[in-house]
């Protein structure tokens, strides 16, 4: 018998292996485009983007995130930059920037960037949709419905330095003024030694009114003396720090006004010097407040350098902001008030039945109402004649919903103070005026961000509440003369000289 050779496949071939490692890297490839594939199409449907810089550059606010969630219309917005310019070409790279953040959080928003110089056909079709004749360049266009609104390059930027880029300020302003078909008119009484809202000093209230007019509210002047009446377009009726007594009639004409579903906006300050008591005590404790103006509150501080210090600025932050729809975004900020006075709850039977009464910031626990101010002594704390901790120093009165009472009393979960949806009179009572003066809302955000919170929660808006946008830091780094040397000696002799030893040593060991 012959032997003969087989070519037959064996378990353990050469050709064997070869087929096995090709099929394992065939699929492996196959699985490794499907994970791919997979991945793309799971990113594509849940899309999300992160800010990873200090100070959130990147990041809208709180405030314009809610705006955007409750869009009801559509809006387009469209850009005009000339990208030939370098100063224009970078700052329309901060407004796309900035857009595609909106953009990101509603889809009501479409987003057009239209080139002015080669695209002058979509422009002409702009300006005869908005119905002018020439539109300018390097501005933003908002567009809902029939209502429009420029953002030109002067807004933008700010005029001093640092310059801060003041896109979302602008843009936020923007749609609230072509998304809403009618002001919130919200006016400040007068002739009562009032704060003003056309007063551009430290002790006016200016920069609120500036403020309040880019929310688009519409602020005026009301004097009740003269008008004897609360005209139909107030929305909400501020009482900024009277330093004399409103009359009985004045009186019943805001008590009218409540009755009548209003809302009212109260700040007051202590009944001293030339202050005299506002008028406003009884009316107040209708609803459940109860006000001492006879009293300031201070407060022990600990400054740097000077130890604990008896003052009469009250700094409100964290734990300090009680839960509340107005306060929600706040515990991040801080708020200042001076000379504020004490606003309780009143444990009297007298109210007005179906309210609730929140609290919306208390003073810190070593905090008390000074009742002997005016006597000349060091203020401490008598807790015979002072009043004691704890101290609010803003509350809230909205109506109770009968239906959620009811339900609260059967074992479901109280809802978030602040939410109660029945129609009826709305109040916000602040123990201080001087928080909301030009010469706090500029140095401490809180300030303004809390008085325009409780404007947005009486106009009912609740979609538009949260932090307003700051203007961006900026950072400098501070290097110390000796840190200098540090950076010139390892730039010129120790870095180079490393490279020089290394190659060196590589040489003599080549050379070896």
């Known amino acids: 018998m012959s032997g003969t050779s087989s070519t037959a496949y064996k378990p353990g071939s050469r050709f064997g292996r070869r087929t096995v490692i090709g099929a394992n890297v065939a699929i492996m490839i196959i ?31 709180s405030k314009t995130k809610n705006l955007l969630k409750g869009l009801e219309k559509p809006i387009i917005v469209s850009t005009l930059f000339n990208r030939g310019d370098r100063f224009t070409a970078d700052l329309f790279e901060q407004v796309s920037d900035i857009l595609a953040e909106y953009a990101y959080q509603s889809d009501k928003l479409n987003i057009d960037h239209i080139d002015p110089i080669r695209e002058r056909t979509k422009v002409e079709q702009l300006a005869k949709r ?13 567009e809902c419905e029939d209502r429009s609104k420029h953002a030109d390059i002067n807004e933008l930027i700010e005029r001093k330095f640092p310059f801060n880029f003041k896109g979302e300020e602008v843009f936020t302003a923007a749609i609230l003024a072509v998304s ?7 006016f400040f009484t007068t002739g009562h030694g009032e704060r003003s809202v056309e007063d551009f ?43 004399k007594g409103f009359s009985t009639e004045e009186v019943n004409i805001i008590r009218n006004y409540l009755d009548g579903d209003g809302k009212l906006l109260v700040m007051l300050e202590p009944a001293l010097g030339r202050n005299k008591p506002s008028g406003l005590k009884e009316l107040l404790k209708n609803y459940n407040v109860e006000i001492r103006d006879d009293a300031v509150i201070y407060n022990k501080v600990d400054m740097p350098l000077f130890g604990v210090q008896t003052a009469a600025e009250v700094y409100v932050s964290k734990d300090q902001y009680q839960e509340h729809k107005i306060t929600k975004d706040m515990t991040n900020l801080t708020t200042v008030f001076f000379g504020a006075i004490p606003v309780n709850i009143s444990g009297t039977q007298d109210v007005k039945q179906g309210f609730n009464v929140w609290k919306l910031a208390q003073a810190p626990d070593q905090a008390w109402g000074e009742t002997l101010v005016e006597s000349g002594k060091k203020p401490e704390n008598d807790r015979e004649v002072d009043v004691q901790p704890p101290l609010n120093l803003i509350v809230a009165v909205e109506p109770a919903d009968a239906e959620v009472a009811a339900s609260i009393a059967h074992g479901a979960p109280a809802p978030e103070p602040g939410t109660a949806s029945a129609k009826g009179p709305r109040l916000v009572v602040f123990g201080d005026a ?26 009912q808006k609740e979609t538009q509440l949260g932090i307003s946008a700051k203007p961006q830091d900026v ?18 002799f120790a870095i180079p000289f490393i490279g020089i030893a290394v190659g060196g040593i590589v040489w003599w060991e080549r050379r070896r």
């Open 201 to 243: 000093n430290p002790e006016g209230l200016s920069d609120i009114a500036n403020a309040l007019k880019r929310d688009n509210y519409k602020v005026v002047p009301l004097d009740l003396l003269s008008k004897k009446e609360i005209p139909d377009g107030c929305d909400i009726l501020v009482i900024a720090s009277p330093t």
């Open 475 to 492: 950072r400098q780094a501070v290097i110390k003369p000796i840190q200098m040397r540090v950076i010139f000696w390892l730039t010129v």
């Open 31 to 61: 699985i490794a485009i499907a994970v791919c594939v997979i991945v793309g199409y799971i990113n594509s449907r849940h899309y999300h983007r992160f800010d990873c810089t200090a100070s959130g550059r990147f990041s809208l606010t």
């Open 180 to 186: 809403q078909e009618k002001q919130t008119g919200i």
């Open 434 to 459: 001087d928080f909301a003066t030009n010469d706090y809302t500029g140095n401490y955000p809180g300030n303004l961000d809390i008085f325009l919170n409780s404007i947005t929660w009486l106009a």
């Open 130 to 142: 908005i119905n002018i004749e020439q539109i300018a360049l390097n501005s933003v266009i908002f």
